[in-house]
């Protein structure tokens, strides 16, 4: 039988400024009794590992690196992380990275809509992603990518049935969150999961605020305010339910010249 039924981990994390060792050690405290579960999908907020900092010379890892080796060889969970890399020719790029179960490639989301004040250190990238996870599409995006619905409209037309958008997106534009998240799931016509920080860094308020969003556009999860890391089961039989009986999607994906 065709898997339909994901368990998605939302952490809501209140991220160290600055600090990645003492952030890691933290999240792999929290994370600690976390079960070993291949069909799970852990996703943590937008550069976790240093908060939402434009001077990130010296805290940047390269791909491989600490965080992303300790969370592939500590957990027997499949996880997004939401980190900034250094790559091989020095760029710096703002990443969701989807560490698969045993220790299969990962694949990398390189943030196309970097903040106004991130474009002084980080490289936009260039291309939507999308990978399999349980036989589900999931398309991860970042943050500002949330403001662009083109960015969902290419996920969608590589089968995106599931959005995953992490965040570092402050207090004073929380209404936006929320109103986007659901936004991009009704027109999208799939599940919208948004994973935001919480806490306090010498610039912002987090307000955190995940959700998760059904392809109806109804709230099915709200994290509130404080850190928690959350089970929330979603049924893609849902989406591919939805589009069939209201095919919004299908009608666009046929008259691409309209897009």
């Keep these: 039988m065709k898997v339909t039924i994901i368990p998605i981990l939302l952490v809501q994390f209140d991220v160290l400024w600055r600090n990645p ?18 069909r799970q999908l852990l996703i943590l907020p937008e550069m976790v590992s240093t908060g939402f900092t434009d001077d990130l010379d010296s805290l940047v890892e390269a791909p491989k690196g600490p965080w992303e080796s ?24 703002n990443e969701a990275v989807y560490l698969p179960p045993s220790h299969s490639e990962e694949t990398a989301y390189r943030k196309i809509r970097p903040f106004r004040s991130e474009h002084k250190v980080v490289t936009a990238g260039s291309d939507v992603i999308t990978f399999d996870h349980q036989g589900v599409c999931f398309c991860p995006l970042i943050c500002y990518d949330l403001r662009f619905p083109e960015l969902f409209r290419a996920g969608l037309r590589q089968g995106a049935e599931v959005f995953v958008v992490i965040a570092s997106w402050p207090a004073p534009r929380q209404h936006h969150w929320e109103l986007l ?10 599940y919208v999961i948004g994973v935001n920080r919480c806490g306090n860094d010498p610039n912002f308020h987090y ?3 995940s959700m998760v969003i059904d392809p109806l556009g109804e709230i099915v999860y709200h994290a509130g305010e404080s850190e928690s ?3 929330v089961e979603i049924d893609v039989q849902r989406v591919r339910d939805w589009r069939a009986e209201f095919p919004a999607i299908k009608d666009y994906l046929d008259q691409p010249g309209l897009a």
């Design 21 to 38: 060792d003492g952030n890691l050690s933290r999240l792999q405290s929290q994370l600690a009794d976390i079960e070993s579960d291949e």
């Design 70 to 93: 300790s969370l592939s060889s500590g957990l027997a969970v499949p996880t997004i992380l939401g980190i900034a890399r250094r790559q091989p020719d020095g760029t710096i790029t």
């Design 181 to 190: 998240l659901q936004a991009r799931a009704v027109e999208s016509q799939a």
């Design 207 to 209: 307000a955190g605020g």
């Design 229 to 231: 890391i959350t089970r």
